[in-house]
T-cell receptor, first 117, second 115 residues
Framework: KAGVTQTPRYLIKTRGQQVTLSCSPI?????VSWYQQTPGQGLQFLFE???????NKGNFPGRFSGRQFSNSRSEMNVSTLELGDSALYLC????????????????FGPGTRLTVL | DQQVKQNSPSLSVQEGRISILNCDYTNSMFDYFLWYKKYPAEGPTFLIS?????DKNEDGRFTVFLNKSAKHLSLHIVPSQPGDSAVYFCAAPNAGGTSYGKLTFGQGTILTVHP
């Protein structure tokens, strides 16, 4: 089975621009979660989608948004980029989204490294 | 409010010895815990998990211990190998009910295993 894939792997943008990141989950997984990793804040949960619905949301401003398609692929969008948005953005998929219980762990993609200049 | 804490930013051990990575949590509603390993330029890889109904779970060289009264868990790697050198994160799914895909992570511990 192919793992979680994320595109692009690297991205450079300037302040004020917007960006869209893409995630393809493991086949059969219906839940996709997004995380932001920065040196100062560590790994922070952004949001989770299950069957095209956002089920859970972290403490990020409305500039961060996402969606999920019927094939479970997901995108996240960041509008009006700020310097502080520079980070590694990680996508994780799991069968049921819980993260609890054997067989329901989240599997992570390699991430998209976003640099905002 | 950091609900999952890894107070040791780094740990250095010799090959063949035991590595012990520690994690503390403050939210008593957490009932499941996971450990992930992360290499540079890669996403975290799931290692091992434990439910709060257990106090120990083993998988090969990896054992996780849970002390609910102390709100503390630890990951033991025996014997340690140079390939184990990575950042280790402990994490807990959203407290209470269905966790809906939210993991709360500790800050991570950089493990270096010297040959």
């Amino acid at each position: 089975k192919a793992g979680v894939t994320q595109t692009p792997r690297y991205l450079i943008k300037t302040r004020g621009q917007q960006v869209t990141l893409s995630c393809s989950p493991i086949s059969g997984h219906r839940s996709v979660s997004w995380y932001q990793q920065t040196p100062g804040q560590g790994l922070q949960f952004l949001f989770e989608y299950f069957s095209e619905t956002q089920r859970n949301k972290g403490n990020f401003p409305g500039r961060f948004s996402g969606r999920q398609f019927s094939n479970s692929r997901s995108e996240m969008n960041v509008s009006t980029l700020e310097l502080g948005d520079s980070a590694l953005y990680l996508c994780a998929s799991s069968p049921g989204g819980g993260g609890k219980g054997s067989g329901n762990e989240q599997f992570f993609g390699p991430g998209t490294r976003l640099t905002v200049l | 409010d950091q609900q999952v804490k890894q107070n040791s930013p780094s740990l250095s051990v010799q090959e063949g010895r035991i590595s012990i990575l520690n994690c503390d949590y403050t939210n008593s509603m957490f009932d499941y815990f996971l450990w992930y390993k992360k290499y540079p330029a890669e996403g975290p890889t799931f290692l091992i998990s434990i439910s709060s109904i257990k106090d120990k779970n083993e998988d090969g060289r990896f054992t996780v211990f849970l002390n609910k009264s102390a709100k503390h868990l630890s990951l033991h790697i025996v014997p340690s190998q140079p390939g184990d050198s990575a950042v280790y994160f402990c994490a807990a799914p959203n407290a209470g009910g269905t966790s809906y895909g939210k993991l709360t992570f500790g800050q991570g511990t950089i493990l270096t295993v010297h040959p």
